[in-house]
């Protein structure tokens, strides 16, 4: 029986398990998820890979960009589906081609790959996709073994990060055995905990060179009606496969129950019922139905463990078994040994726990705040200012949504604040400003066409690009905005004012988002526009990707009446101290965290925030 926390390679050309070859001491390194499954595509000869960062996927394309670029294209895209449509496109030409997405990213690419799954591949297309269980980072919480189901394609489930190399290994390979796209699903939990994997070598793959077969590669209705019923046959021989493959893995027990799970809650099983009799499913699509029945007759009873939705448990009732899952655990957030134990003591087959006492204090929550001098904070300030309706967007700056900004009114998903706030004019019900925030990765990812719909249908909003000249989100990515590709090429730079007047918007101002005086005169002239206004708010992160910090700021608490004025910023660099005047506590600045931006003096009342050097010059 293999370790509970790792596996042996998988033989890239079977898709059974094989030791590696000790005699030549393999290498062996602490990878994350994510570099492991970077590793298993390079090493599968992957020779083009395509993404849009979205945590928890971003460290995937990152890191197979550090590998020579004589073996593998990698770039980063300008949204999910353009990722997709570049690796189809690879897969055309008969090169191996690999795309990363977070969960909600799918979404952006279930067009192209509803398609695709029809025609099938011609070099190795695998697609790894990183749900988000617990939301830790995310607008919603979803499970991308649904979109497996309803596009007909593999879904391989590792559970840690030597299953996430070898299993992305094995995906090329089965792709192009059964002439589908694959799926490798990951979660946050697999992307970023980080383990021992051992690796291999690249196996270089020649290209197939390019398929000329329209009846398959054109899905035009009639070509796609023939390609339908060859889905059901890839399913009918994908199900074949697993009910042999080394992928469905059962493990011998001692106790009389039955345990089916899969990814990262096999850990916390194994960890919890080390006795139990387990199949382990490193495929949740198709589902081996055979295997599963043998397995469901040989103990006297069936517990699920699976995240999320009960996609194996509501297929294994399907199938007439008798089993038990989801009444046992949540379907939703994020497995951990402490919800899953709560669920076996459910089931009555662990004892209850004792209650255990505290043993740390428990630190006060601090709120989520955008960091100290973020460019973004004089926009929203302002806008609060101007009593603007605001529809805001994906991106650091939907924290402007809380206190103590609070100046957002909706979030949708990339991309929606345009349209979003063109709905609202269209209605005419809305008396106060309509604004639309997005940041300058949001609006080239999914921004640019609801903008040519607000000036199509002439309606009278003001949309505010917040161009922080990089992907901050996700951690300081390049995109076509930032004049810099993937490996930190000098590549062309989007102009936004030329983009944008091309669109037919006449209305258009430039300002620094530090001049808090321009920021509240040209939203305020934005809005009074008829027709689409756009203002662009430009400053760079002052985090990425490098940390920007000019001379501290000072309050000078003689001069200071507590007016509360700087703290509506939000900047964590700013507190109060214990000092009052007339009842109101005075504020003090962090100068250790100040990166000197200077909003907090520009708005202060009574000009009490000057810099540090003003100080020591007045002694």
């Given at each position: 029986?293999?370790?509970?926390?790792?596996?042996?390679?998988?033989?890239?050309?079977?898709?059974?398990?094989?030791?590696?070859?000790?005699?030549?001491?393999?290498?062996?390194?602490?990878?994350?998820?994510?570099?492991?499954?970077?590793?298993?595509?390079?090493?599968?000869?992957?020779?083009?890979?395509?993404?849009?960062?979205?945590?928890?996927?971003?460290?995937?394309?990152?890191?197979?960009?550090?590998?020579?670029?004589?073996?593998?294209?990698?770039?980063?895209?300008?949204?999910?589906?353009v990722a997709l449509d570049v690796a189809i496109g690879a897969s055309f030409s008969g090169a191996r081609a690999l795309?990363?997405?977070?969960?909600?990213?799918?979404?952006?690419?279930?067009?192209?790959?509803?398609?695709?799954?029809?025609?099938?591949?011609?070099?190795?297309?695998?697609?790894?996709?990183?749900?988000?269980?617990?939301?830790?980072?995310?607008?919603?919480?979803?499970?991308?073994?649904?979109?497996?189901?309803?596009?007909?394609?593999?879904?391989?489930?590792?559970?840690?990060?030597?299953?996430?190399?070898?299993?992305?290994?094995?995906?090329?390979?089965?792709?192009?055995?059964?002439?589908?796209?694959?799926?490798?699903?990951?979660?946050?939990?697999?992307?970023?905990?980080?383990?021992?994997?051992?690796?291999?070598?690249?196996?270089?793959?020649?290209?197939?060179?390019?398929?000329?077969?329209?009846?398959?590669?054109?899905?035009?209705?009639?070509?796609?009606?023939?390609?339908?019923?060859?889905?059901?046959?890839?399913?009918?021989?994908?199900?074949?496969?697993?009910?042999?493959?080394?992928?469905?893995?059962?493990?011998?027990?001692?106790?009389?129950?039955?345990?089916?799970?899969?990814?990262?809650?096999?850990?916390?099983?194994?960890?919890?019922?080390?006795?139990?009799?387990?199949?382990?499913?490193?495929?949740?699509?198709?589902?081996?139905?055979?295997?599963?029945?043998?397995?469901?007759?040989?103990?006297?009873?069936?517990?699920?463990?699976?995240?999320?939705?009960?996609?194996?448990?509501?297929?294994?009732?399907?199938?007439?078994?008798?089993?038990?899952?989801?009444?046992?655990?949540?379907?939703?957030?994020?497995?951990?040994?402490?919800?899953?134990?709560?669920?076996?003591?459910?089931?009555?087959?662990?004892?209850?726990?004792?209650?255990?006492?505290?043993?740390?204090?428990?630190?006060?929550?601090?709120?989520?705040?955008?960091?100290?001098?973020?460019?973004?904070?004089?926009?929203?300030?302002?806008?609060?200012?101007?009593?603007?309706?605001?529809?805001?967007?994906?991106?650091?700056?939907?924290?402007?949504?809380?206190?103590?900004?609070?100046?957002?009114?909706?979030?949708?998903?990339?991309?929606?604040?345009?349209?979003?706030?063109?709905?609202?004019?269209?209605?005419?019900?809305?008396?106060?400003?309509?604004?639309?925030?997005?940041?300058?990765?949001?609006?080239?990812?999914?921004?640019?066409?609801?903008?040519?719909?607000?000036?199509?249908?002439?309606?009278?909003?003001?949309?505010?690009?917040?161009?922080?000249?990089?992907?901050?989100?996700?951690?300081?990515?390049?995109?076509?905005?930032?004049?810099?590709?993937?490996?930190?090429?000098?590549?062309?730079?989007?102009?936004?004012?030329?983009?944008?007047?091309?669109?037919?918007?006449?209305?258009?101002?430039?300002?620094?988002?530090?001049?808090?005086?321009n920021v509240y005169q040209y939203l305020r002239e934005a809005t009074l526009h008829k027709g689409v206004a756009v203002?662009?708010?430009?400053?760079?992160?002052?985090?990425?990707?490098?940390?920007?910090?000019?001379?501290?700021?000072?309050?000078?608490?003689?001069?200071?009446?507590?007016?509360?004025?700087?703290?509506?910023?939000?900047?964590?660099?700013?507190?109060?101290?214990?000092?009052?005047?007339?009842?109101?506590?005075?504020?003090?600045?962090?100068?250790?965290?100040?990166?000197?931006?200077?909003?907090?003096?520009?708005?202060?009342?009574?000009?009490?925030?000057?810099?540090?050097?003003?100080?020591?010059?007045?002694?």
């Amino acid at each position: 029986m293999t370790s509970q926390t790792s596996s042996p390679a998988l033989d890239s050309n079977a898709g059974d398990r094989a030791p590696r070859d000790e005699v030549n001491r393999p290498e062996i390194l602490p990878l994350m998820g994510n570099e492991a499954i970077a590793r298993g595509a390079w090493e599968a000869g992957v020779r083009v890979a395509a993404a849009y960062p979205g945590t928890p996927s971003t460290e995937i394309m990152e890191s197979l960009a550090r590998f020579p670029a004589e073996d593998v294209k990698a770039e980063w895209a300008t949204n999910e589906k353009v990722a997709l449509d570049v690796a189809i496109g690879a897969s055309f030409s008969g090169a191996r081609a690999l795309t990363s997405m977070k969960h909600v990213g799918l979404n952006v690419a279930a067009d192209a790959l509803m398609s695709q799954t029809y025609i099938g591949v011609n070099g190795g297309l695998v697609l790894v996709v990183c749900d988000d269980p617990g939301i830790h980072s995310s607008q919603n919480e979803q499970d991308t073994r649904i979109y497996g189901q309803l596009a007909m394609v593999p879904v391989l489930e590792p559970s840690d990060a030597q299953e996430a190399l070898d299993f992305t290994r094995l995906a090329f390979d089965l792709s192009e055995r059964f002439d589908t796209p694959v799926i490798v699903r990951g979660t946050t939990r697999l992307s970023h905990t980080r383990s021992l994997v051992q690796i291999g070598e690249r196996t270089e793959k020649p290209s197939l060179g390019f398929n000329e077969n329209p009846q398959k590669n054109v899905m035009i209705p009639g070509h796609a009606r023939l390609r339908h019923s060859a889905l059901f046959k890839r399913e009918e021989q994908l199900r074949q496969y697993f009910e042999e493959s080394d992928l469905i893995r059962w493990e011998q027990g001692s106790q009389p129950i039955g345990i089916v799970t899969l990814s990262t809650a096999y850990t916390y099983v194994k960890e919890l019922l080390p006795q139990a009799h387990v199949l382990k499913l490193g495929a949740s699509y198709p589902l081996p139905e055979n295997k599963l029945r043998e397995f469901c007759d040989s103990v006297e009873r069936v517990i699920v463990v699976e995240e999320l939705e009960p996609i194996v448990e509501n297929e294994m009732k399907l199938m007439g078994l008798n089993v038990e899952g989801k009444s046992l655990f949540p379907r939703e957030g994020e497995f951990s040994t402490d919800v899953i134990r709560a669920g076996f003591e459910k089931a009555g087959i662990l004892p209850a726990s004792r209650s255990r006492p505290e043993l740390f204090v428990q630190a006060m929550p601090r709120p989520p705040l955008l960091c100290a001098g973020c460019p973004h904070t004089g926009a929203y300030m302002a806008l609060r200012a101007l009593d603007a309706r605001v529809s805001g967007d994906i991106g650091c700056y939907t924290l402007a949504a809380v206190e103590p900004l609070k100046a957002i009114d909706t979030t949708v998903a990339m991309g929606s604040s345009i349209a979003n706030a063109t709905g609202m004019a269209l209605t005419g019900t809305e008396t106060r400003p309509i604004v639309a925030t997005i940041g300058d990765s949001t609006f080239l990812h999914a921004g640019i066409p609801p903008l040519i719909n607000a000036v199509y249908n002439q309606v009278n909003i003001t949309v505010v690009l917040l161009d922080n000249h990089i992907t901050a989100m996700t951690g300081g990515q390049d995109h076509p905005g930032t004049g810099r590709n993937l490996r930190g090429e000098a590549v062309h730079k989007v102009d936004y004012e030329d983009l944008i007047r091309s669109l037919g918007i006449t209305w258009i101002k430039k300002i620094d988002a530090y001049n808090m005086g321009n920021v509240y005169q040209y939203l305020r002239e934005a809005t009074l526009h008829k027709g689409v206004a756009v203002v662009i708010m430009d400053r760079p992160c002052v985090l990425d990707p490098v940390k920007i910090k000019g001379s501290s700021f000072r309050v000078n608490q003689e001069a200071c009446t507590g007016c509360q004025t700087c703290m509506n910023l939000g900047c964590p660099s700013l507190s109060w101290t214990d000092e009052l005047f007339e009842g109101h506590r005075k504020v003090k600045i962090d100068e250790s965290s100040c990166i000197g931006c200077s909003l907090c003096a520009q708005v202060s009342s009574t000009n009490c925030i000057l810099p540090v050097e003003a100080f020591e010059t007045n002694g």
